[in-house]
């Protein structure tokens, strides 16, 4: 499985930003997808997540339970992450990664840069 994402870049305290994670390999092999984010000198948390499957459920972050909206694509094996009302601590490197039925360790892609100025 490879991950590519891409949306990152520099907005404004209040902004929008869609990341895109595009899979390929075996995209039907996956669990589970998620959206984590590491901000310089902190540790990578989680801030989204969602199953496969009819419907997917999701699961959120508590700083971005209201703000950020994950989704999937599966015709373009792609997953979204919509973010709106983006504040300076959203600033962080996000990485999309993908767990496999019966995977120990996710996937991860390259990460993209979201900047937030204040």
């Known amino acids: 499985v490879q991950l590519v994402e891409s949306g990152g870049g520099l907005v404004q305290a209040g902004g929008s930003l869609r990341l895109s994670c595009a899979v390929s390999?075996?995209?039907?092999?996956?669990?589970?997808m998620g959206w984590y984010r590491q901000a310089p000198g902190k540790e990578r948390e989680l801030v989204a997540a969602?199953?496969?499957?009819?419907?997917?459920?999701?699961n959120y972050a508590d700083s971005v339970k209201g703000r950020f909206t994950i989704s999937r694509d599966n015709a373009k094996n792609t997953m979204y992450l919509q973010m709106t009302s983006l504040q300076p601590e959203d600033t962080a490197v996000y990485y999309c990664?993908?767990?496999?039925?019966?995977?120990?360790?996710?996937?991860w892609g390259k990460g993209t840069l979201v900047t937030v100025s204040s």
């Open positions: 390999g075996s995209p039907f092999s996956i669990r589970v």
């Open positions: 990664s993908a767990l496999l039925w019966g995977g120990a360790m996710p996937y």
């Open positions: 969602i199953t496969s499957g009819a419907g997917g459920s999701t």
